[in-house]
């Protein structure tokens, strides 16, 4: 891949900083620093299993630190990153280096190293590109850059800095802006909680919600359902911090704490806009929450997100809120929690040894799963899963992708009746899962015994049953 770094600076007349760099390391004649216009061209991706070419471009990568090229070293950064598919690059000053690490697939890997007096350089380098004061090194900045790759593919760069006692950090958060919206199906949602989700979208009115922290693909999901449920013949609208990917046949609206456009205040305009159909970024605080339940009740579907752990805690931080228990009854329709774990290389996966003590921990939660059909019976007796290797396939890493754990709470009778009750969270829990909700962890254990991902990652990131 090959990025002509397209650059939407308009700041042109800034002064680009002279680069006199110092090497520590003895530099060839002919590697004399350049600093060159960013137009470099990277060789395109040669299929060729003997040299992947992500190996070949950290050795571009590693000769520019040794060559003090800056300009190189930084379109090669971020060249190799979106190679790798990652969503973060992290360039941390240390005590006496300068470390690069990419969040691939959700887990930060450590890329390569250079020396601290580079670093100055580098930063007014990446400033520049991203419209951010170079002078400016005593307080935080953040900015963004437009990369275009070779396929012509728009790559949106978020541009942070940091002042540490060692120098400024930079993160820069890639995003591809035409990234195509997955369906459902494709998420990994399947069986009860696919079947669950599908008829809470066609529901005329109520409150979708979905949880988990930040990084669980929440807002993926709930474009995928927006996706599905955007027709000519439906008003939708949704406030979002920030706008992420815009859809066609959308009305998206970007929230501005800085001029107090709140989410509340966004939920209020939208109802004045004739909505069907209202998606509102986050539930942070009571005002959004009656606002959304107000939408619900007359006679709109809202769908929000909520940073909580599971499915049932979505529903005491509502009450804990101070959303009275009867408004939720009549309002709520669905909550779903999810996670992310990383899809195990097909490739180069081998049969893992669990431990007796995991494999009583899983039988365990397996043999509290209510929900009919979840997975082939065949599976769930042979108990056979896959430890993660690495190939020249997975740059090895032993992963590929990601894909979704999914716990899906529909309301019925016995979970309102619990509620108006003040029943405990536990008992909750249980007739959520007696009616078929299906557990992160008995989603993550299903995955796994599919051979999708493994063991080690189901406990990554989901609970275990205590
Ligand atoms: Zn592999």
Redesign the pocket.
């Known amino acids: 891949m090959h990025i002509s770094d397209k650059v939407d600076n308009t700041n042109n007349q800034q002064p680009v900083p002279t680069v006199t760099p110092v090497v520590t390391q003895p530099q060839p004649l002919q590697a004399a620093p350049v600093v060159a216009p960013v137009t470099a061209v990277v060789a395109p991706p040669v299929k060729d299993a003997t040299q992947p070419p992500e190996s070949e471009k950290l050795k571009q990568l590693k000769d520019a630190i040794l060559a003090a090229n800056i300009p190189q070293m930084v379109m090669l950064a971020i060249s190799y990153a979106l190679d790798l598919r990652s969503s973060d690059i992290h360039i941390e000053p240390l005590q006496n280096r300068v470390r690069l690490r990419y969040r691939i697939d959700g887990v930060l890997r450590h890329v390569v190293e250079y020396p601290t007096n580079l670093h100055p350089a580098v930063v007014s380098r990446i400033k520049i590109m991203s419209n951010l004061k170079i002078d400016e090194q005593r307080i935080p900045q953040d900015g963004r850059a437009d990369v275009t790759t070779k396929e012509g593919k728009q790559m949106d760069l978020r541009v942070s800095t940091l002042p540490t006692v060692n120098g400024e950090k930079i993160v820069m958060r890639i995003q591809d802006k035409s990234r195509k919206i997955p369906d459902l199906s494709e998420l990994g949602i399947t069986g009860t909680s696919l079947k669950n989700l599908t008829a809470a979208l066609s529901a005329p009115n109520g409150i979708i919600i979905n949880t988990g922290p930040t990084g669980s693909g929440k807002t993926t999901t709930l474009y995928s359902c927006l996706s599905k449920l955007n027709t000519t013949d439906v008003n939708i609208l949704t406030i979002e911090d920030p706008v992420e990917i815009q859809l066609d046949g959308l009305n998206q609206s970007q929230v501005h704490h800085d001029i107090n456009y709140s989410f509340a205040m966004g939920m209020r305009a939208a109802l004045r806009q004739d909505p069907n159909i209202i998606m509102v970024g986050e539930i942070r605080d009571k005002e959004t929450a009656d606002t959304a339940i107000e939408a619900s009740l007359t006679g709109h579907l809202v769908f929000s997100t909520l940073h909580t752990n599971s499915a049932v805690e979505s529903l005491t931080r509502l009450i804990n809120m101070g959303i009275q228990p009867y408004l939720l009854i009549s309002s709520l329709e669905l909550i779903i929690a999810q996670r992310l774990v990383r899809q195990v290389?097909q490739?180069?996966?081998k049969e893992a040894v669990v431990s007796p003590e995991t494999l009583e921990m899983i039988k365990k939660a397996m043999s509290e799963m209510k929900a009919e059909g979840e997975i082939e019976p065949e599976l769930l007796k042979g108990m056979k899963f896959y430890d993660a290797?690495?190939?020249?396939?997975?740059n090895?890493?032993?992963y590929?992708g990601r894909i979704g754990l999914y716990e899906v709470l529909r309301m019925n009778n016995k979970i309102r009746k619990l509620l108006s009750d003040n029943g405990s969270m536990i008992d909750i829990q249980a007739a959520a899962q007696e009616n078929g909700m299906v557990t992160l962890e008995q989603a993550g254990i299903v995955k796994a015994l599919q051979g999708k991902t493994t063991i080690e990652e189901v406990y990554r990131v989901a609970r275990k049953s205590e």
């Open positions: 290389c490739k180069c996966k290797v690495g190939c020249d396939e997975c090895h890493i032993g590929q």
